[in-house]
């Protein structure tokens, strides 16, 4: 079983980037299972903490080396990553040399409520995940406009061009995985 871990760039408990990110988890193949890592709990990261880590960061290290794979659903802030986001990427990376995220193939959905779909957030995340040697998926790229217009009441994905789109693209993320297994 190739496990995919699913880390949600944003907090809130109804997020649109939750929301895309458990349509998309629904898309993966027979053999593939998705887990949600929670990245909410996680003190500033701080080097201070390298020597004795809080359980929370233990927790989270542990479970994203667990991993073959992650998928990155992230909102955009200010034309960037979340605050939140790049802690748990921080803390992952850390200590020095002691990276978790190294080597695992990594896809980014980026999304927004305005026009933008987070093409600055979707940047800025592929710019920190190459430094931290994590092979990307390069295309498609998805920036999801407009998210609220996307989405039912149920948080489901209406639009059939949308999960068509979004298969291709988690059918391309498998055939990376595929090559780094």
């Keep these: ?74 909102p955009e802030y200010n034309r960037s990553v979340p605050g939140v986001l790049k802690n748990a990427i921080d803390v992952g990376s850390r200590p020095y040399g002691a990276s978790v995220w190294d080597g695992k193939p990594a896809a980014i959905i980026s999304q927004s409520i305005s026009n933008l779909s987070g093409f600055g957030a979707n940047h800025h995340l592929r710019q920190v995940l190459t430094f931290l040697n994590m092979p990307v998926v390069q295309q498609p790229e998805v920036y999801l406009a407009n998210s609220p217009e996307l989405l039912d009441s149920n948080g489901k994905i209406t639009n059939a061009d949308t999960l068509k789109f979004l298969q291709s693209f988690v059918d391309i993320f498998v055939e990376l995985i595929k090559k780094y297994q």
């Design 1 to 74: 079983m190739t496990k995919i871990g699913i880390v949600v760039g944003s907090l809130r408990k109804e997020s649109f980037s939750r929301k895309f990110a458990k349509n998309v988890a629904e898309l993966f193949p027979e053999g593939y299972e998705t887990k949600f890592i929670e990245i909410g709990n996680l003190a500033l990261y701080s080097e201070e903490y390298d020597a004795n880590p809080p359980a929370e960061y233990t927790t989270f290290r542990n479970t994203v080396k667990e991993m073959d794979a992650i998928l990155f659903v992230t």
